[in-house]
């Protein structure tokens, strides 16, 4: 200010105040200017040092740090990215700033759906996302990564994340090591004891859940001290190593096949058998599989080795049923079976291995009757009250060469958990169809019903069977009635709907065997495309001795009536039953009291043959 009063003419000083109170605001403004000035350079400084912070810590801190940010129409970016982004998925912060679809081709292909998923968590419900996973890159391979970022959300509909991943790949490696050692063997690499034990627990929790039954198996190799100790433990290691080859290839998906101390080894079959006898019967088979896998030749450095195994077997659920309990048992067994060794095979319960035996050898012979002819078709008229002889039961019989007539109630069950049903209900299906194709060529109105069990009916060659016989055979379709069980009609509807459907486009009728002692449902009963009910014959056996059976009786017959369904009562033994059906509306039965099953060709004879008739 002095400077220019200085050089300013005195007149002028002194005359025009004005124009010097003009100068000295400019003057003071420019003072304000330089003062702003400065504040701008301090925090120009300050905002130098905090990027040059930021630049440190990330250069330094292992890892990136980053902010990525999802806009609302899916796209995705990485609007600040540190250094650290090259290491851990090998891109430039600049290749991602405006579009990050790079680094999710970079994920492990099996956990990208599972990071997106719970990114879009963390969007949704503004939680943190954290998260392990793993990572392909071109020059490292394949790494794991673990990363924490916290998620804000932003006024145009984006989510903005602030945060950092880290490289875990060595963390990961020890804790794969730590966790291989905690719970497998080290030797042969199977589970250990602790994994059994979980594991065992899970199939009884699940057994308890779904009324499902398993099998525990202890297999303990006979005479293996002597071999460890008259050839040294490196042959002894290298038999070990083989035993657990052989019984870990056999295993099925849900089985656990573990070593649980120097010889001895555990089988868990899951919970998955529909009884303790299907257990039973499961185990043994898998414990007969063990010994044949364990006596195929065994060669270790030039030697040859017979190996065989004591083993032991426990169905679990077994009434106490903690985990330790069922390996009590199972353990108790295989030292029944090493007393009777070697080589030999205990139930912890001696009469299941009776059973089970029999079972066994039941099913082959069933394969020798299937071939041989011992198999033999027996058919049970069906009268009405009215017209007289309407229909007739094919039963199957299987006469044994030594234990003489088996009933159906023993064979057909093993038949069905066997597979042999497939073969057995064809035999049947096709002698039908001839005797039916017979039938109808001399015009007797006669028509046959054929018994079809579940595990026939469920499998895939049922339909093509069933035409098959019909076409093979010349029988026309509408003479043929299938007999199937009320379980199975509601086991999966949809699909039973459209394989009835192709047999009853060509005449072929459904009955509902036994009917009223399984799920009566008039929905299913609605829905299916069904001919006939036959009420069971444990109802018609009360009808005057029991008022409950009698309406049960009653009732079924009035629902086949509203439903349109025709009728048949079986088991029907004194006249007094057939009167009371008849009076309530049933008029066809079936039972002792018009004949007992008899040969299907003796009962065709006398049919074809009216002079001689008898039945
Ligand atoms: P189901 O289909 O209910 O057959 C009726 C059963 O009752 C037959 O026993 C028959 O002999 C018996 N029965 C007939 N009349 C009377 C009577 O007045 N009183 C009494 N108490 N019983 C009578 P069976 O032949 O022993 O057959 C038993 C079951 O075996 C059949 O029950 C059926 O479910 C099954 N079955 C028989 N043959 C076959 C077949 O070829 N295939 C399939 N899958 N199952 C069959
Ligand atoms: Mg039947
Ligand atoms: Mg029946």
Redesign the pocket.
């Known amino acids: 200010t002095l400077c220019i009063m200085d050089r300013a003419p005195r007149e002028l000083v002194e005359n025009d105040r004005e124009t010097l109170r003009v100068l000295a605001q400019q003057v003071m403004a420019q003072l304000d200017l330089r003062r702003q000035y400065r504040l701008l350079a301090a925090s120009s400084r300050e905002s130098r040092s905090s990027r040059k912070l930021l630049a440190a810590l990330s250069h330094n801190v292992p890892g990136v740090i980053y902010q990525y940010r999802l806009y609302p129409d899916g796209h995705s970016s990485f609007p600040f990215a540190s250094e650290g982004m090259w290491s851990i998925y090998e891109v430039t912060p600049e290749q991602v700033a405006e579009d990050a679809s790079i680094v999710f081709s970079r994920l492990h292909p099996d956990d990208l759906d599972v990071v997106s998923a719970e990114i879009r968590e963390s969007a949704q419900n503004l939680t943190p996302w954290q998260q392990d996973f793993r990572v392909v890159l071109p020059l490292q391979g394949e790494r794991w990564r673990r990363g924490n970022a916290q998620p804000e959300w932003l006024e145009d509909g984006s989510v903005l994340w602030h945060g950092f991943i880290t490289d875990v790949t060595d963390y990961k490696r020890v804790e794969q090591r730590v966790h291989q050692l905690a719970y497998f063997d080290t030797l042969t690499g199977l589970p250990n004891r602790v994994v059994v034990m979980n594991r065992l627990e899970d199939q009884l929790a699940q057994a308890a859940r779904t009324d499902a039954c398993g099998a525990l198996l202890f297999v303990d190799l006979d005479n293996f001290k002597q071999v460890n100790d008259a050839r040294g433990h490196r042959i002894g290691d290298r038999i070990l190593l083989e035993v657990a080859a052989r019984l870990a290839s056999g295993a099925g998906p849900e089985e656990c096949v573990a070593r649980v101390g120097g010889d001895e080894f555990v089988v868990l079959m899951a919970a998955q058998a529909a009884d303790r006898e299907d257990a039973a019967r499961r185990a043994m088979l898998r414990a007969e599989e063990i010994r044949q896998r364990l006596s195929g030749r065994m060669d270790v450095e030039g030697q040859r080795y017979k190996v065989t195994a004591s083993i032991g077997i426990a169905v679990y659920p077994c009434g106490r049923d903690g985990i330790d309990d069922v390996i009590r048992e199972a353990d108790t067994a295989m030292y029944r079976a090493k007393r009777n060794g070697p080589n030999e095979i205990a139930f912890f319960e001696p009469h299941m291995q009776q059973e089970v035996a029999e079972r066994l050898e039941l099913e082959q012979e069933l394969e020798e009757a299937l071939r041989s002819g011992q198999l033999q078709l027996?058919v049970?008229p069906q009268r009405s009250l009215r017209s007289g002889l309407v229909g007739a039961?094919?039963?199957?019989?299987w006469k044994h060469p030594v234990r003489g007539m088996i009933?159906?109630?023993q064979f057909?069950p093993i038949a069905e958990d066997s597979g042999q049903?497939i073969r057995?209900?064809e035999f049947?299906l096709r002698g039908a169809c001839l005797v039916l194709a017979q039938l109808q060529q001399v015009g007797v109105p006669c028509s046959l019903s054929?018994?079809?069990?579940p595990a026939?009916f469920l499998d895939p060659r049922f339909v093509r069977q069933v035409r098959q016989a019909l076409e093979e055979s010349g029988a026309r379709g509408d003479g043929l009635v299938l007999?199937v069980t009320e379980g199975l009609l509601i086991r999966d509807l949809e699909s039973t709907i459209r394989r009835m459907k192709e047999l009853t486009s060509r005449g072929v009728r459904f009955s509902v065997?036994?009917f009223g002692t399984g799920y009566s449902n008039l929905g299913y009963l609605q829905a299916l495309p069904l001919h006939e009910l036959?009420v069971?014959?444990r109802f018609v056996?009360g009808i005057g001795r029991s008022a409950g059976d009698e309406a049960i009786v009653r009732t079924i017959i009035s629902m086949a009536r509203l439903l349109s369904l025709h009728l048949v009562a079986?088991?029907?033994?004194t006249e007094a039953q057939a009167s009371f059906l008849d009076l309530e509306g049933c008029e066809v039965i079936?039972?002792?009291?018009v004949s007992?099953?008899q040969p299907i060709q003796s009962w065709l004879h006398a049919l074809l043959n009216p002079s001689k008739a008898s039945a």
Do not use: T
């Open positions: 027996h049970q039961e094919v039963l199957v019989r009933p159906p109630s057909i049903i057995l209900g049947v054929v018994n079809v069990s026939q007999e065997d036994d036959k069971d014959k056996a079986e088991g029907v033994e079936q039972g002792y009291l007992h099953p």
